[in-house]
């Protein structure tokens, strides 16, 4: 089969034998990221490096290792090159020579950049070098208590970028966190105690409660996870890739991430905790009022026949809510409540959040839901007040990676804060919607039946929801969801200008890097392509015509 005529390429260098140092981890998680923006591009197995750089006009490569002398050769005959963490035999193309070392016997080796931050992006890992006369230096590195350094993070030399930190790596460190077998260390200033005796996913969280929380505004005392750093990562290999394409005076197109072109989506969750169906109706009438869908995360023992009959006739989702707080931790726990829930259901689920945000080890709960045909969860988040925002640094779905580097079936999509008025203050909301927005993604907001009649609460669900669809958000279920994200994902370039939909995407939408574009994403303007209208009902078709009241809703 002949190779894809696409312009742009991303090589994954050889991994060292087992042992040695590395600048990098789980490098071939740079085409999970890739392929949720969507962008047209064409993977280049390292063995095939060689001979297809001639249809290439950029390369990316991710790693250190020894690339084919062609690069050298490509390069000065015009080609554009973005290493990632690597300089790869070529550091003269780069502008970069790499760090030794600060003392050398045993275990020293090829030189990382540790734990630090660069522009306010946390990053772990990455390879210390030093930048060559005339190079740019476009950025430089902090270490891990922000404290400046004089190591590069991004150089610029002629053609070819340098990203010198863990870009990848980094951001699959921060969207999953450590595994966890023990209570995380709490914050400073009380409002983070995740040393509670519950293991949790925030326990595992690695951000850092100083440098990577800022000032809830208007709320004094309060910080949170207010940007979702791992999707900042991402953003900035995007600019990096598109300021080469306009360097080479080429096109760029990519499937965008959201139906009819929206600039991000909205989500609502609905813990069942506790059954109480007056509680469940009042969430009902707020969610009517608010026009907006939810996902319902059913406890057992769940509501009563008629009413959970009600829930579905309303339009929205019933998921399930693995209790694991007053029940053991274990898949065999897990698949009974799950099946019982299917029974009370009549249906099959594809949601999932467990009750309190409960977590322990590493992957292997995704196994679990992997097993039992749930498709999206929601269990990494914000059990604390301080946690509030993007404890994972993220606002998109995304799928987890393994230890062993395998990307696995199952979506994750965290849970940035819980009911407003009760968990965390109402004016945390402009800073989920603005980072949703900013970046692209989904706005979660879980609010909890129980909480609904309680002052301010319901009026909050309501003006967060009306907020959203005045900023072009529209709100869907978590089947929803995921539902479009595994479609899209299966969408595939056939060339620059042709894409190949196994299973249909109503709505699905082509931007394409163009200087007079009317779209704006990323700082760089697009051409914005309708492939096909969406079909949503009525209610996505209505999402124009509200005029919400945001500033008078309080609790």
């Given at each position: 089969m002949s190779a894809i005529p696409i312009s742009l390429g991303v090589c994954v260098l050889p991994a060292p034998h087992p042992n040695a140092a590395r600048v990098v981890r789980y490098p071939e998680y740079i085409h999970e990221i890739l392929g949720h923006v969507g962008l047209c591009y064409a993977p280049i197995p390292y063995s095939e490096l060689e001979t297809r750089l001639p249809e290439l006009k950029?390369?990316?490569?991710?790693?250190?290792?020894?690339?084919?002398?062609?690069?050298?050769?490509?390069?000065?005959?015009?080609?554009?090159?973005?290493?990632?963490?690597?300089?790869?035999?070529?550091?003269?193309?780069?502008?970069?020579?790499?760090?030794?070392?600060?003392?050398?016997?045993?275990?020293?080796?090829?030189?990382?950049?540790?734990?630090?931050?660069?522009?306010?992006?946390?990053?772990?890992?990455?390879?210390?070098?030093?930048?060559?006369?005339?190079?740019?230096?476009?950025?430089?590195?902090?270490?891990?208590?922000?404290?400046?350094?004089?190591?590069?993070?991004?150089?610029?030399?002629?053609?070819?970028?340098?990203?010198?930190?863990?870009?990848?790596?980094?951001?699959?460190?921060?969207?999953?966190?450590?595994?966890?077998?023990?209570?995380?260390?709490?914050?400073?200033?009380?409002?983070?105690?995740?040393?509670?005796?519950?293991?949790?996913?925030?326990?595992?969280?690695?951000?850092?409660?100083?440098?990577?929380?800022?000032?809830?505004?208007?709320?004094?005392?309060?910080?949170?996870?207010?940007?979702?750093?791992?999707?900042?990562?991402?953003?900035?290999?995007?600019?990096?890739?598109?300021?080469?394409?306009?360097?080479?005076?080429?096109?760029?197109?990519?499937?965008?991430?959201?139906?009819?072109?929206?600039?991000?989506?909205?989500?609502l969750?609905?813990?069942?905790?506790?059954?109480?169906?007056?509680?469940?109706?009042?969430?009902?009438?707020?969610?009517?009022?608010?026009?907006?869908?939810?996902?319902?995360?059913?406890?057992?023992?769940?509501?009563?026949?008629?009413?959970?009959?009600?829930?579905?006739?309303?339009?929205?989702?019933?998921?399930?809510?693995?209790?694991?707080?007053?029940?053991?931790w274990s898949e065999e726990e897990f698949r009974s409540q799950y099946e019982r829930l299917v029974a009370l259901f009549g249906a099959v689920p594809v949601t999932n959040k467990n009750h309190y945000l409960r977590w322990e080890g590493d992957t292997e709960f995704y196994g679990w839901l992997e097993r039992v045909g749930i498709v999206l969860d929601q269990s990494k988040g914000a059990s604390k007040t301080g946690e509030v925002g993007f404890n994972f640094g993220t606002c998109h779905l995304y799928r987890p990676v393994a230890p062993d580097g395998t990307v696995l079936p199952v979506w994750e999509l965290s849970t940035p804060t819980q009911d407003l008025c009760i968990f965390a203050p109402l004016e945390v909301a402009t800073p989920i919607l603005d980072a949703a927005t900013r970046f692209y993604g989904v706005a979660h907001f879980l609010f909890h039946p129980a909480h609904m009649r309680k002052p301010g609460v319901a009026e909050a669900l309501k003006a967060v929801v009306a907020e959203g669809k005045r900023r072009g958000i529209v709100w869907r279920t978590g089947r929803e969801l995921v539902t479009w994200e595994r479609a899209r994902r299966k969408a595939y370039w056939v060339s620059p200008e042709e894409l190949a939909f196994p299973e249909p995407l109503p709505g699905a939408t082509v931007l394409t890097l163009d200087p007079d574009g009317a779209v704006e994403r990323w700082g760089w303007r697009f051409v914005a392509s309708p492939l096909a209208p969406a079909q949503r009902g009525d209610k996505s078709e209505r999402d124009s015509l509200y005029s919400p009241r945001w500033a008078g809703a309080r609790g």
């Open positions: 950029i390369l990316v490569t991710v790693g250190e290792g020894k690339l084919p002398d062609a690069v050298r050769d490509w390069v000065e005959n015009g080609g554009a090159w973005l290493s990632l963490s690597g300089l790869c035999g070529l550091g003269e193309l780069l502008g970069a020579t790499p760090l030794p070392a600060t003392y050398s016997l045993w275990a020293s080796g090829l030189r990382s950049l540790g734990e630090g931050y660069m522009d306010g992006r946390h990053f772990f890992g990455g390879i210390a070098a030093h930048a060559s006369n005339g190079t740019t230096v476009l950025a430089t590195c902090t270490d891990s208590h922000g404290r400046p350094t004089e190591l590069p993070g991004i150089l610029a030399h002629g053609k070819c970028r340098l990203i010198a930190p863990d870009l990848v790596g980094s951001i699959v460190h921060i969207q999953q966190g450590r595994a966890i077998t023990r209570d995380g260390i709490p914050s400073s200033d009380g409002t983070g105690p995740t040393h509670d005796g519950v293991l949790k996913s925030d326990d595992g969280q690695v951000l850092d409660w100083h440098l990577d929380r800022a000032p809830v505004p208007g709320i004094p005392g309060l910080s949170g996870f207010l940007t979702p750093v791992a999707d900042a990562g991402v953003e900035l290999l995007l600019k990096n890739i598109f300021e080469l394409a306009s360097l080479q005076e080429i096109t760029l197109s990519l499937l965008w991430y959201h139906p009819d072109g929206a600039i991000a989506q909205g989500h969750s609905h813990d069942t905790d506790g059954n109480n169906p007056l509680d469940a109706e009042a969430l009902l009438a707020a969610l009517e009022e608010a026009d907006a869908p939810g996902t319902w995360c059913v406890i057992l023992p769940g509501y009563d026949d008629a009413l959970m009959a009600k829930i579905a006739d309303a339009g929205h989702e019933l998921a399930t809510h693995y209790d694991a707080l007053d029940h053991p």
